[in-house]
């Protein structure tokens, strides 16, 4: 049974379906691998144990009826905690949210449970979702799998931690800027961020709702399009016959591999030398829109998270850790005239980047170019934070800038992730792709 940790969620589906696995035992593996892990409250707020036997039994009735609802049925995984569920603290990593508990499941949980999805429980998480390292002194900082001294990746960072360390089959997350990519990168999994707008953020606590996406953290992309089915409620992506031989990609040359370190840089090279063997066709790009709109991002974001947060923030400042709260406060002093004209420009640099990569399947790019940090030093030497801080979600907030889909894929070089960008709304043309590439890549 300890190999069910290890699995992937479709593999897990596939063994329910079968007979082979009953989501009863598969789920007390879970609960107590959960319980008897020495971190587990570092990764998980609470574990739901009642509600995750009872959907599980649920599930195994169906099951023995022969009347699985989804691939998935019957399958724990976690939820960052800021998706709301019912009767359970939904804190945001923040002490500003203390004591906040809805009454009803978001939308996504609801759909996913649905679908036969079993809760076991809320993971940590950078404070209100606004840092991509996952450091969270005034809760807790999820560890990461590669290095102990290390960041895990934020913000969903204990939705990373819940998989990599084998206390979820998946982890569902948000990416406002790279909250979904960054921490999957950084502990080997495949992380998706889906387009702003294609799934609703009702019940999601708020960071920036023009930039807020959800996606799943897993162990492959199998998983992602299963998972993005059932959050949505809808039919996965079919990655049936994709190959990459004839895919068109665009290799991004400017933005992305500024300050690049080298083992990522390595990590990417090899990549690259993959993809190429197994038949993509690679054509280096230069996208100089990237760079205008990479420099409005500190204005839109902090504006709309400030504008969101302001009165809470403001109430009690003194209980949010330094750090957030100052990036918070950077967009205290925004001119609305100066938030609208930035989105005008935005939109033109989306317009722009659309026509160039139009002839192109996916868009290439090292999902970070930053190992994980370490946290002590984070916490003690005030220049290493704000560089390291800068370039941790540098490379992923591209695609939350230019409104785009896109899939971080492990390379094989620990805590080194490879990023394939689609097109917006593109998610199952970009899962089609990301298949091959996984294959190629490992």
Known sequence: MQDWLWMTAADLGRGIGSGAIDPVALTKTYLDAIDAHPDRDRIYTVVTHDRALAEAGAAAERARAGLRISPLDGVPISWKDLFDSAGVATEAGSRLLTGRVPDVDAPVLANATAQGLVCLGKTHMSEL?????????????????????????????????????????????????????IPSAWQDLVGLKTTAGRITLKGVV?????????????????????????????????????????????????????????????????????????????????????????????????????????????????????????????????????????????????????????????????????????????????????????????????????GLSALTLPTGTPSCGVMLMGRAMGEEALLRIGAVAEKALT
């Open 129 to 181: 979702a606004f840092s991509g390292l996952g450091l969270n002194p005034t809760t807790a900082t999820s560890p990461n799998v590669n290095d102990p001294r290390a960041v895990p990746g934020g913000s969903s960072s204990g939705a990373a931690a819940s998989v990599a360390f084998g206390l979820a089959a998946a982890g569902i997350g948000s990416d406002t800027g790279g909250s979904v990519r």
């Open 206 to 402: 708020p960071l920036c709702l023009k930039f807020d996406t959800i996606g799943p953290l897993c162990r492959s992309v199998e998983d992602a399009g299963l998972l993005l089915a059932a959050i949505e409620g809808g039919k996965p992506a079919d990655l049936a016959g994709a190959s990459l031989k004839g895919v068109r990609m665009a290799v991004l040359t400017n933005c992305v591999l500024d300050d690049l370190r080298p083992e990522p840089k390595a990590a990417y090279e090899t990549a690259l030398e993959k993809l190429r063997a197994a038949g993509a066709e690679l054509v280096e790009v230069a996208a100089p829109e990237v760079d205008r709109a990479m420099a409005l991002s500190g204005l839109l974001f902090t504006a709309e998270a400030y504008g969101l947060w302001r009165e809470v923030i403001e109430a009690n400042p003194d209980v949010m850790f330094d750090r957030i709260l100052e990036r918070f406060r950077a967009g205290a002093t925004a001119l609305a005239a100066d938030y609208v004209a930035a989105w005008q420009v935005l939109e033109q640099t989306r317009a722009e980047w659309a026509a160039r990569m139009a002839g192109f399947d996916a868009v290439l790019a090292p999902t970070a170019p930053i190992l994980p940090p370490d946290a002590q030093r984070l916490m003690e030497d005030d220049a290493y934070y704000v560089t390291e801080n800068l370039l941790a979600l540098r490379n992923t907030r591209v695609g939350n800038m230019m």
